[in-house]
């Protein structure tokens, strides 16, 4: 039977070259053995509390590291810990109902969401343990060497922490949709705790005093990303994007950046042609993965 006990800072060393491989299972694995050693004590707890090891009997069989957080939580690493001939005969049908009954019990959790690279081996593994293949992510790239100038005026307002309720509200409305757990203050106080966030290159785009819009630029290990970019409904089909999407760009070349990377889900079809007609061109496509809690 498989049991999962909890992640402690001796592990780092006792798993140290397993978790240096991170990219071998997966190569869009977060890097936890860095993460943790770079980290303040805060968010070494956090990673500590969604961090589990499967083992069965006396053999450690996968490390799983997940956002502690409701409804949707996204892994962020799995690494198995054993070779491959070796991985496909474990009770990999155990792995998700032992690590989710390990979970802290105040958490909402009612699906898991892990994002990979199309690989055959990790699709085996992942079918085997309960996951269903929801959907494909593109992972887009531009080069800012030729940022052209905005032909309109475009306001830009950077986001500050007196305005966080601001920027809930208007994430809320900008994501909207049934699958959607809201944005909540807790969640954007725990993003700007991290070493990810940039604040010189958080903006809300700005139209006759409201805020019409939000995107920011975050630093991932893999390099410079445009993340929770949108625009209000209302202010729509009205060429608006373009404009607030090129002037953080032209923020970003300036604070030094030389490319910036983005992820879109490859049915977005509407995003796609606006991210190609700015410049972007596909790099990768992953998959996404889904296990539902029983």
């Known amino acids: ?47 500590r ?19 502690t957080r409701n409804y949707n939580a996204k892994l962020r690493c799995l690494i198995p810990l054993q070779k491959e001939e070796v991985v496909l005969n474990m009770p990999l049908e155990e792995m998700m109902p032992a690590f989710y009954e390990s979970l802290p019990k105040h958490l ?62 208007l994430q809320n409305v900008i994501f909207d949709n049934k699958y959607r757990i809201p944005l909540t203050v807790t969640d954007v106080l725990m993003e700007i705790s991290k070493k ?16 019409i819009g939000y995107g920011q630029i975050t630093k991932q290990p893999e390099g410079f990303f445009l993340v929770n970019f949108g625009i209000v409904p209302e202010y729509r089909n009205q060429g608006k994007s373009k404009g607030f999407l090129l002037e953080i760009l032209r923020k970003a070349k300036e604070y030094g950046i030389d490319e910036v990377f983005l992820d879109v ?11 190609e007609e700015m410049g972007f061109h596909q790099e990768t496509n992953t998959c996404t993965w889904l296990y539902y809690v029983k």
Do not use: C
């Not at 991170?22 to 053995?33: D, M, P, R, S, V």
């Not at 604040?199 to 805020?211: A, I, N, R, Y």
């Open 1 to 47: 039977m498989v049991r999962a006990e909890a992640f402690h800072v001796r592990d780092l060393e006792r798993f140290k070259n397993q978790l240096r491989r991170f990219e071998k299972f997966n190569a869009l694995n977060e890097n936890l053995y860095k993460r943790y050693e770079e980290s303040s004590l805060f968010n070494k707890i956090q990673y």
């Open 265 to 275: 889900n490859e049915d977005n079809i509407r995003a796609k042609r606006l991210y």
């Open 196 to 211: 990810t966030y940039v604040p010189e290159l958080s903006f809300f785009l700005v139209e006759e005093g409201l805020f």
């Open 49 to 67: 509390s969604g961090t589990r090891i499967l083992w069965e009997g006396i053999d450690p069989l996968m490390i799983l590291w997940t956002e």
């Open 108 to 169: 909402d959790i009612h699906q898991f969401e892990y994002i990979t690279t199309d690989e055959p081996f990790n699709e085996k593994v992942l079918q085997r343990m309960g996951f269903i293949y929801r959907r494909g992510l593109l992972r887009m790239a531009r080069t800012l060497r030729d940022v052209p100038t905005n032909q309109k005026e475009v306001l830009l307002e950077k986001f500050h922490i007196d305005k966080i309720k601001d920027r809930v509200d």
